[in-house]
T-cell receptor, first 110, second 114 residues
Framework: DAKTTQPPSMDCAEGRAANLPCNHSTISGNEYVYWYRQIHSQGPQYIIHGLKNNETNEMASLIITEDRKSSTLILPHATLRDTAVYYCIDFTYNFNKFYFGSGTKLNVKP | DTGVSQDPRHKITKRGQNVTFRCDPISEHNRLYWYRQTLGQGPEFLTYFQNEAQLEKSRLLSDRFSAERPKGSFSTLEIQRTEQGDSAMYLC????????????FGAGTRLSVL
């Protein structure tokens, strides 16, 4: 039931910015964009979320297009520890649950 | 560590046996969620509680599955008469009911049904 689409995998050189795209073709006005990541053998970890405006925290930046049909998660200086599967999710507070897709496997290489 | 904890981390069982998993959420979180994750896929929602009330169950939760949160604190997920198709990672998450509703996940219980 995932409503977002992401590339299955991406590579990034250590120390460079990683830009992970997500398409939100069916996003509605009251749905937020959430990003999580899952490092091997661990549970998903919250990264960032936003509604319309771009957001930044200590982990990443989130860019949301004006029509909200796509977003980009930016890890400004990727490290080997950022190797993980990254999930973007459209979330409505009324529904109280996340629909995860298959995510993007980010491989950070030395 | 005050995060979400799950026990056991790994469980191997024979087909037809019953298994029970436990989740201890972050102490002040009143919402608790269970998800299932199979290899190569993202987590799939199973059920969630607000305090002790089970408010929603996915169609994935067959009648062999039951979840409880008796005092609004820890939760258990029981699978009766396990099948090989039940082999998966079972993840628990908890959250507050504030505007952000960020879900914090445990490390999961990996079930292998032989």
């Amino acid at each position: 039931d995932a409503k977002t689409t992401q590339p299955p995998s991406m590579d990034c050189a250590e120390g460079r910015a990683a830009n992970l795209p997500c398409n939100h073709s069916t996003i509605s006005g009251n749905e937020y964009v959430y990003w999580y990541r899952q490092i091997h053998s661990q549970g998903p970890q919250y990264i960032i979320h936003g509604l319309k405006n771009n957001e930044t925290n200590e982990m990443a930046s989130l860019i949301i297009t004006e029509d909200r049909k796509s977003s980009t998660l930016i890890l400004p200086h990727a490290t080997l520890r950022d190797t993980a599967v990254y999930y973007c999710i459209d979330f409505t507070y009324n529904f109280n649950k996340f629909y995860f897709g298959s995510g993007t496997k980010l491989n950070v290489k030395p | 560590d005050t995060g979400v904890s799950q026990d056991p981390r790994h469980k191997i069982t024979k087909r037809g046996q019953n298994v029970t998993f436990r989740c201890d959420p972050i102490s002040e979180h009143n919402r608790l969620y269970w998800y299932r994750q199979t290899l190569g896929q993202g987590p799939e929602f199973l059920t969630y509680f607000q305090n002790e009330a089970q408010l929603e169950k996915s169609r994935l939760l067959s009648d062999r599955f039951s979840a409880e949160r008796p005092k609004g604190s820890f939760s258990t997920l029981e699978i009766q008469r396990t099948e090989q198709g039940d082999s998966a990672m079972y993840l628990c998450a908890s959250s507050l009911t504030d505007g952000l509703q960020i879900q914090y996940f445990g490390a999961g219980t990996r079930l292998s049904v032989l």
